[in-house]
């Protein structure tokens, strides 16, 4: 497994296109490893996520089960001419099996994830269900809080004394996660766009909510959280969420 960051050059018209479209942004991921094919329905899992830092600050992530070749994406939302120095070749790839292999139960990480938060309902009795996104941050976090266990890991829960809400509180009359844990929700987006069909003249609308969680986390389960790491959480995966990074905690201050 390898894990991949590509700074994208936002000044760029052809950065502009990739980042307006995940649909055009999946096929130019997809197309970076030569003995892949994208439409294979057996093909290995890629996972990629955006981070907008700041407006000319954009980083693609990327975990793949090989390397990946992003010259093209280099010449059409990157430096070019930068690239030709060996040293700065565009992007960064490095070997993601040490890390994995070295998470341990107690281990605590900052971590990342972009993701789809969805569940389904039925309006009324005799209807099928329907997918529907989570709108608001409580029920982002509680998306989120449901999955945790299985997924290998634990939020973090603040100490009593820095919570600003009460234990206990609701919204609604259901539990309310408030600030009891290292956990925010930030840069909600709602993408619309339209996907083609091979071999059909329709185009099907999509539409995907995505949010971003950071906060931090203890590793429970080993196996599970690496797992999660290379396989992503949710749904939604072809259009950027899923992929959780872990960062080391800063140090303690003094």
């Known amino acids: 497994m390898y894990l991949t960051r590509f700074r994208v050059n936002t000044a760029r ?23 892949l094919l ?3 329905a057996d093909s290995p899992r890629v996972l990629w996520r955006l981070d907008h830092n700041a407006r000319a600050e954009v980083f693609l992530y990327v975990v793949s089960p090989a390397r ?16 030709l120095d060996p040293e700065t070749p565009g992007w960064q790839s490095r070997p993601y099996g040490p890390f994995l292999d070295r998470l341990t139960t107690g281990d605590t990480w900052a971590f990342r994830l972009t993701a789809n938060p969805v569940h389904s309902i039925r309006r009324k009795d ?60 930030r840069d909600p987006r709602g993408l619309s766009f339209a996907k083609s069909h091979e071999g059909t003249a329709g185009r099907e609308r999509v539409t995907v909510v ?9 590793v429970t389960d080993p196996e599970a959280l ?29």
């Not at 280099?74 to 930068?82: D, F, I, L, R, Y």
């Not at 941050?137 to 600003?164: M, T, Y």
């Open 68 to 83: 990946p070749d992003l010259t093209h994406m280099v010449e059409q939302a990157g430096w070019p001419a930068a690239a």
């Open 210 to 218: 995505t949010v971003t969680f950071d906060g931090r986390l203890e």
């Open 126 to 185: 005799g209807e099928p269900t329907k997918r529907t996104a989570h709108r608001t941050p409580v029920h982002q976090q509680g998306w989120l809080l449901e999955r945790q266990e299985r997924s290998g890991f634990r939020i973090v829960e603040k100490p009593a004394d820095r919570r600003l809400l009460p234990a206990g509180t609701t919204h609604k009359g259901h539990p309310h996660p408030g600030d009891a844990y290292e956990l925010s929700v």
């Open 13 to 35: 018209p052809g950065a502009r296109r990739l980042l307006s479209s995940p649909q055009s942004l999946h096929a130019a991921v997809m197309t970076s490893f030569p003995g």
């Open 226 to 254: 690496r797992r999660t790491l290379v396989q992503g959480l949710g749904k939604a995966k072809a259009y950027g969420c899923g992929l959780m990074t872990l960062a080391p905690l800063p140090a303690p201050a003094g």
């Open 38 to 40: 994208p439409t294979a």
